[in-house]
């Protein structure tokens, strides 16, 4: 397509072509995308050749017949700008929805096992009674980029996370550090010395979580010590991890935090020399609007989260 395209003809963009755009990628066929908008299929053929003239490019693939339409390279990179839209165009209705509600709305809180299990129950009591009108919702996504779509989406005020951040509208504030310690069963005898060496990771059968942002963190670290590490397993449940310990299927690298305390099946080990530690911290949206009642949640996780590091005791 060769059109020339006057700046000011963008100002003719609209929302529902942008939503075509993405259900035609996603469905890879006109009929499909017009079943899944609620649209005729001439409706949605009209959106993408009213988006391709305003933009001036060729935006999808249509071999005709049976087979899928798919986009162009420029149908790609417009799609990656319209999905940061529509993110935001979400987010500024969950900001508007919250300025409505004033002190009496919600707030959705994004965590992840260890914390859950550790410093929300903590920063839960503290939070509920002093803020009897706000209605507290959990969640737990399965994968950091669901936790950060979430949270640019307007789902999630609030989240945990361990940075590394993203590249995206994001902003944190760093709660505390978490060391990695290396779990054995009881009867390892490494279990005797309290300590393994960076060595002694490479003679065992490590398992441990899939892979998150600092946990890719330590991974990179280790490699660059010399030391890549191989995994037997993984997995994002921590019983799992340490109930496969102490059954003697491996040894386990991850952060004290995970690790439920009062096991005797198992021993804790620290790692020397020492990796660098995993931080724990609590994100949200740089451009939203952040409700009293969320900056409140975020003081008190900050005082809960300083109290739970000093109580981590070190092997």
Partial sequence: MTTITEPDSWLGVELRHFAALDAVAQEASFGRAAERLGYTQSA????????????????VQRPGGPRAVSLTEAGTLLLRHAEAIVHRIEAARADMAALRAGESGSLRVGTYQSVGARVVPEVMR???????????????????????????????????????????????????SDPYVLLVPAGHPAAARGAASLAD??????????TCSSGTVVETALRGLGFPVEYAFRSDDNGTLQGLVAA???????????????????????????????VIAVMWHRDRHRSPAARAFVEIAQAVSAEVERDLVEP
């Fill in 248 to 278: 003697g299927f491996g040894a386990a690298l991850m952060p004290l935090l995970a690790v439920t305390p009062g096991d005797e099946r198992v021993r804790v080990l620290r790692i020397e020399p020492a990796l660098p530690r995993r």
């Fill in 44 to 59: 949605v053929s009209q959106q993408i050749a009213a988006l391709e003239r305003i933009v001036g490019e060729k935006l």
């Fill in 201 to 210: 990771l490479g003679s065992l059968s490590l398992i441990g979580s899939n």
């Fill in 126 to 176: 503290r939070f509920l009674p002093a803020w009897q009108g706000i209605e507290l919702g959990l969640s737990e996504p399965t994968t950091d980029p669901e936790l950060y779509g979430a949270v640019e989406s307007g789902d999630l005020d609030l989240a945990f996370c361990s940075p590394p951040l993203p590249d995206g509208p994001f902003e944190a504030l760093e709660l505390m």
